[in-house]
C-alpha cells in the first residue's frame, strides 16, 4: 500500500462520528487530523467544536460534558497525550469518567506507515503504545478508512469499561 | 479580609436546584465541614476571623451528626457538589463541560489560587465559549497544602480578576470584605457570564510544628471524584436533565 492509502478523508471520518452521536469535539488541533479538525469548523454536521489552550483541559471539558450527558470526542496529537497523562489518569482511571481519544501520531515517517510504529525512529511515535500500555489504557490504530468502525467499538468499550479508548491516527487524514 | 467559612459559607447557604458546584481540594475541605445533610450549611455561623473558623467547623460537625435525613437513600434536594480531586487544575474545565451541558443551571466553580496558576490558559478556553451560566470564584489565600504547611505560591499577590478580564469574561471583580460578599453573591448569581470572582481569603492557619506527623490521607480522597461524578449523574437524571 501505498502512503495514500493511510490518509484517512475527513468526510468519512466526520460520518463515523455523527454515526457514534458525537455532540462535541474538544481539542488542542493536531497536525494529523487538520482536515478533520477543518471539517469540523465548517460545521455542516452540528458537532460543536471546542478549542483548549491545553490537553489538560481537554479532558476536563469532557469530562464536564460526560457527566452532563453529552457525547465529545477527544483530539490531539500524541505530543499533547504525553501532556496531559496526570488528568488522563484522575479522569479517565481514578474516577472512570470514559473518554474517547483520536491521537494523531505527528512524527511518524511515511515510510514507517506499513510497518509497527515501535520501529518508528521517532521517540513521540514509538513510545505511545507502551505508554498507553504501561497506563493500562485501550488502544486501537486507525490506518485506513476500513478502521473507522473501531470508532465505534472505542465508544462501547470506553461506556462498558468507564475508562478511556485511545484510537491512534496513523497517517495525515485525507482533505476530502 | 474574610476567612474560609465565610468565602465558601456564602456559596453554600446560597445553593438551590438551580445551581451546580465544582470545586477544588481547599474549598471540598471546607464545604466537607460545613455543608450538612441541606448542603446548604444551615446553622454555620458566619463570624470572621480564627474564632469563625472553628465556629463553623465545630457548628459544621454538630450539625452532620444531629441533624441525619430519614432517609439518606432519598435523592438529595440540591446536586451533589463534584471535585476535581486529586486533581489541581481541573475545576475550570470541569466546570465549562457541565455549563455547555445543563445550559438551564448555573456553575458555580470555586477554584484555589495555586490550582488555577496550574492551568492558568483555562481562563481563555473558558472565555472562548462565553458561557453565560458560568460563575468562576478564585479562593487566593497565597497558600497551598492550605492549613496543614501552607507553602506559598509561585505569586501569591497574583491579580486573577485582571487575568480573567483579559482573558474575555464578561464581569471581573475582587472582594475581601465577608459582608460585602455576602451581599454582592446573590447579585452575582444572576448576571450573565462567565463572570469571575477573585475573593481575597485569610489562608487557614498552618498545624505543622517540629515533629509533626503527616497521617495517610483518606482511600476517598482518591475515589471520591468518580463517586461524586456517578451522584451528580443520578441527580441529572433524576431531573430528567439527561
Redesign the interface.
Known sequence: MSEVDYSIPASECLAALVRNQVEYVVTVPDWVQLSLHDAIVKNTHGIQLINCCSENQTLTVAAGLTVGGKRPLLMMQNQGLYNCINTLRAVCLDAHIPAVLMVGQFGREYANLSEDPKQSGRSMVYIMEPVLDALGIQHMRLDTAADLSKIDEAYALAQANGSAVVLLVSGPMAWS | MMNMIQACGVVAKNRTQDNLL?ATMGAMFIFDFIEGESGQAKYVPMLGGKVGLIAGVVAGKLAAKFTKSANPEAVPAIAPR?N?V??M??????????????PTKKIVVVDGDASLLM?L??L??VA??QPANFLHIVVRNGTQFTGLANVQIPAPEFNFADAARNAGYVHTETISDADEWAKRYPELLKMNGPVFVQLNVAPVPAQVKPEFKQQELPVNQ??R??KE?VA??SW?QEKD??
Request: glycine share 20%; hydrophobic share 50%; charged share 5%.
Open positions: 465544582v463534584i476535581s486529586p486533581l487544575g481541573g475545576a475550570a474545565g470541569l466546570g465549562l463541560g457541565l455549563a455547555l451541558a445543563q492551568e490558559s483555562g481563555v478556553t472562548q465559549q482518591y475515589d471524584m468518580g461524578a451528580l449523574q441529572l436533565l439527561i
